[in-house]
């Protein structure tokens, strides 16, 4: 596989033109973890174009930004913050935090600092104690930024299905490619339109490496 082919391709279809430095690191990283793998190009594809969404694009492991004003709380955790609600927690990541995921996916209650400790992180921003726990960094959060460790945590998630008990195989196989069907790897159908054709451009961009 080319990789500087890889590179232009993206760089035009996906990244107006221009790739930073960390950019090309963080695909380098996940390109070169997928050599060699028996794995269908498709399945790189729909990673990096997950890894493209979760991480607002920096193409690297990240910690959730909840800094979230009143009007984007209502938006994007309305089953947790009533318009009056919103108002009092608004741009305070930490509370944010904690009473958005207190009570679920292993997490005490908002007192306890679990939602923030385990706020999400990594390529794919996982998020509450039990995935930290299956991960076996329930210790040291932080470590799901860690480069390798993150790609570790990509890849166990979508190739074996860790996340939700969907996987790379049942949506990209010999008799077919699901492009929006793919999101419920990660989280439901949430913008899996959105992210088919982000995934349908890095496919294009790998078939364009690969035939060098």
Partial sequence: MDHEKFFSAVRMSLFGGRLSTSQVDGMEAILTAWAGGPFDPRWLAYMLAT?????????CA??????????????????YFNAEEAVTYSRQPRRIANRAYANRMGNGDEASDDGWRYRGRGLVQITGRDNYIKYGIADDPDKALDSHKAIEILFDGMVKGRFTGRK???YFSATGSDWIGARRIINGTDRAIEIGDFAKKFAAAVERARQA
């Fill in 51 to 59: 890894v493209y969404h979760e991480t607002d694009k920096a193409m």
């Fill in 62 to 79: 990240v910690s959730e930004n909840l800094n979230y004003s009143a009007t984007g709380l209502r938006s994007t955790f309305s089953k």
């Fill in 168 to 170: 790379l195989a049942d």
